[in-house]
């Protein structure tokens, strides 16, 4: 049993969200409420991977979104540093292989809320497609619908992109991505394209930073060029 | 209805929630904006009322919880709790309390509020319970995977994992 409540654990989490998104303006001490929430989760995430079993990082599961909303710098760096090298700590953030018996719950479907977040902020979501298509190499499959290759899909949608960037910007993201990760770009690409039906569900959203438009509307010329793009 | 008279959605939708509360909760969330100023502002001026914001919500049968506040409020627990126990009461409450559950009536107003007078010795003693707090490893996952649910069974259902 948990010595803490996850009532307590998310309120924490939900301060520290707080202090980041709404904070840069507020003056404590020698600096403002976001560096201090910055701090907070360089070091807690730090110590995630200082574990090589990666235990840290799966209790964390339930804060993971927004440990990103409060500190998405911070965030990101420390998602990079887990996904280095050949046995990344987050690799053991999927539980959900066939060993896993009755248990059909996984950590990685967090981490993969806390991204798609991000996805939604200009600044962020180049970063965060090079840690989902990371995600999508070291993914050993499981039970869950939820995975990293679905995320990644989703940011590009050409109906309805799950990121606020516009179709130039989505183009530029996808042609790093050929080039980094060769083969998840094709996986994506082929994912795009009209006949491949798209299952899944609109990516999470932060709760307190304003990067998701309202009211995003595709047009149907915009549709198309990304098409035409894409098959070229 | 209040959408209908052109409120904005989110807007709506936290004054229905204030005014299912109260109708003085209605009528300070309503003029916020226009910088009314709440008995919050007074109450998070104090120590032990800040800290507790700064909490956010816990289950006070919870053991963890209890020492964890105790340290960061900087005095026992039953003390703390007949202070706090006024502010979840009354027209206008910061807190709200459920059996044993304690959590904040909006946490992005108090975050309005309690922001003014936050100190860098509030931030201090919040960063040692973060850390113990969100730092914690379940128990959970020393099992084996496939015997990961009984640890839910053995604790009474801790519902907190999701798929």
């Not at chain 1, 804060?63 to 690799?91: C, I, T």
């Not at chain 2, 975050?111 to 860098?120: E, L």
Request: net charge negative.
């Amino acid at each position: 049993v948990q010595l803490f409540s996850s009532d307590l654990k998310k309120a924490l989490a939900t301060t520290v969200a707080l202090a980041g998104g709404r904070g840069e303006g507020i003056r404590v001490g020698g600096g403002s409420l976001s560096d201090w929430a910055a701090g907070i989760v360089a070091q807690l995430l730090r110590r995630a991977n200082a574990d090589a079993e990666g235990q840290l990082w799966a209790s964390l599961d339930d804060v993971l979104p927004l440990l990103a909303e409060a500190a998405p710098n911070q965030f990101l760096d420390q998602v990079s540093a887990g996904l280095n090298g050949e046995d990344p700590v987050l690799r053991r953030m999927f539980t959900d292989d066939a060993s896993a018996g009755f248990t059909v719950a996984s950590p990685h479907t967090a981490l993969l809320w806390a991204l798609e977040t991000l996805a939604w902020s200009g600044d962020h979501v180049g970063l965060v497609t090079k840690s989902l298509a990371r995600l999508v190499e070291i993914d050993p499959g499981g039970k869950l619908a939820n995975r990293p290759i679905e995320s990644l899909t989703a940011i590009f949608l050409p109906q309805v992109p799950q990121t606020s960037v516009g179709i130039d910007r989505r183009l530029a993201i996808l042609d790093v991505l050929r080039r980094d990760h060769g083969a998840v770009a094709w996986q994506v690409m082929i994912r795009l394209l009209p006949g491949h039906s798209w299952v899944g569900t609109y990516a999470a959203a932060p709760r307190f930073r304003d990067w998701k438009p309202d009211g995003q509307t595709v047009s149907r010329a915009e549709y198309l060029a990304l098409i035409s793009a894409l098959v070229e | 209805m209040l959408e209908a008279e052109g409120v904005a959605e989110g807007l709506a939708e936290r004054l229905a929630r204030a005014a299912h509360r109260s109708f003085v909760s209605f009528q300070r969330e309503a003029a916020a904006d226009g910088g009314s100023s709440r008995s919050w502002d007074t109450q998070l001026s104090e120590r032990v009322v800040r800290r507790a914001w700064l909490a956010g919500a816990w289950v006070e049968t919870r053991s963890g919880d209890q020492s964890e506040l105790s340290a960061l409020f900087g005095q026992d627990y039953q003390t703390a709790r007949s202070r706090l126990e006024p502010l979840a009461r009354g027209a206008d409450p910061l807190f709200t309390a459920v059996g044993s559950s304690w959590t904040l009536v909006n946490v992005e107003a108090a975050f309005d509020y309690g922001s003014r007078h936050v100190t860098q010795l509030d931030l201090g003693a919040l960063e040692e319970t973060l850390q113990r707090v969100l730092g914690e490893v379940d128990p959970a996952l020393e099992m084996p995977p496939s015997e990961r649910w009984l640890a839910g069974v053995e604790a009474g259902c801790n519902c907190s994992r999701r798929i």
